[in-house]
Nanobody
């Protein structure tokens, strides 16, 4: 059974940085897509960044140049390095896994391809 556990959220001031981690267990897929999503209060869940098993990445436009997704295969852990954080980045951040690598890109409806989800970690950015 795949389990995803996020950590690293917190409260920082605008301009600050955070690194989110997602520890994956029960993970035996050689081809996959892993991604970070976020959901702000009163808003739809949206894709933030994705990474496939070939290391190809994709980002939502508003985070390009500020966020970096990466994975440590030895630790089976996905990361999201977030720099230059802004109040509009405030949200619950979720890690997700699609155990295929078909269409691993941050596009509308991307969340429906994910089979496994973590419970989220809260990021709060103050101005």
């Amino acid at each position: 059974q795949v389990q995803l556990v996020e950590s690293g959220g917190g409260s920082v001031q605008a301009g600050g940085s955070l690194r989110l981690s997602c520890a994956a267990s029960g993970f035996t897929y050689s081809r996959y897509c892993m991604a970070w999503f976020r959901q702000a209060p009163g808003k739809e869940r949206e894709g933030v960044a994705a990474l496939d098993s070939d290391g190809i990445t994709s980002y939502e436009d508003s985070v390009k140049g500020r966020f970096t997704i990466s994975k440590d295969n030895a630790k089976n852990t996905l990361y999201l390095q977030m720099n230059s954080l802004q109040p509009e980045d405030t949200a619950m951040y979720y890690c997700a896994l699609d155990p295929t690598d078909l269409g691993c890109a941050v596009v509308a409806g991307f969340q429906y391809a994910m089979d496994y989800w973590g419970k989220g970690t809260l990021v709060t950015i103050s101005s």
